[in-house]
């Protein structure tokens, strides 16, 4: 067992290290050179083939996902958590929420967003319209991403299996719909999972120790915990 969760915590920290130094590799590569090789014909694919429904659903869910939107989703994902799996879920998930900071660092290279005539204008930028990283993306794999970990830890019936895959599917659906529905370039979205990666694994790691954290103060053990062993 000691063994198993060595190789786990070494995989952890390796793909920590792996996408935290793609993620600044990946960032270079697209402020030095503008539009990557093979974007814009992914782009064109992607718009001209994805199904109407698809991108709908795209924009159903693109809608909460706003300046104004995002902190009131996450507020009544928070109640929906701390009433489900009680304060330490909460917690979890406030600490992926803080992460969710990342957006503001959206934009860190100013490049326009894809338009119906697959044409990248280099001189064409307006905040909130593309720009690298996507923020969605971001936001998507910090908050669905730890509701779905959450699910896993805490749930061991056949809702928390749908709720896994509910995030799961939103999550694929964010990436694949930023790009089909003309948001971002590709590399914009490679790049919020690339910088959101490794902060999800860091909000895991700690969320983990918590327990043993909170063990030095009592009474806030108490506090978190309580729920749990009633």
């Given at each position: 067992m000691k063994t198993s969760n060595n190789l786990k915590s070494w995989i952890g920290y390796s793909i920590t290290a792996v996408s935290a130094t793609c993620a600044v590799l990946f960032s270079i590569a697209v402020s030095d050179k503008g539009i990557l090789w093979g974007e814009i014909g992914v782009s064109r694919w992607m718009y001209e083939n994805t199904p109407g429904f698809v991108d709908i659903?795209?924009?159903?869910?693109?809608?909460?996902?706003?300046?104004?939107?995002?902190?009131?989703?996450?507020?009544a994902i928070t109640i929906l958590v701390y009433w489900r799996w009680g304060r330490y879920a909460t917690i979890g998930?406030?600490?992926?929420?803080?992460?969710?900071?990342?957006?503001?660092?959206?934009?860190?290279?100013?490049?326009?967003?894809?338009?119906?005539?697959?044409?990248?204008?280099?001189?064409?930028?307006?905040?909130?319209?593309?720009?690298?990283?996507?923020?969605?993306?971001?936001?998507?794999?910090?908050?669905?991403?730890?509701?779905?970990?959450?699910?896993?830890?805490?749930?061991?019936?056949?809702?928390?299996?749908?709720?896994?895959?509910?995030?799961?599917?939103?999550?694929?659906?964010n990436l694949w719909t930023r790009i089909s529905g003309l948001h971002h370039w590709p590399g914009d979205v490679i790049g919020g999972v690339l910088i959101s990666m490794p902060a999800f694994l860091i909000v895991v790691w700690v969320y983990n120790r918590i327990p043993v954290i909170l063990k030095q103060f009592p009474k806030i053990y108490t506090f978190v915990f309580e729920e749990e062993k009633t």
């Open positions: 659903l795209g924009n159903v869910i693109d809608a909460p996902i706003t300046d104004i939107g995002a902190p009131l989703l996450f507020l998930l406030v600490l992926a929420g803080s992460m969710t900071g990342l957006t503001r660092i959206s934009d860190i290279v100013e490049r326009s967003g894809p338009n119906e005539n697959f044409v990248f204008y280099h001189s064409s930028f307006i905040y909130g319209d593309g720009g690298y990283p996507s923020g969605h993306i971001v936001y998507a794999v910090m908050i669905f991403g730890m509701i779905a970990y959450l699910s896993e830890k805490h749930s061991k019936s056949k809702a928390g299996n749908v709720v896994r895959y509910l995030m799961f599917l939103l999550i694929l659906l």
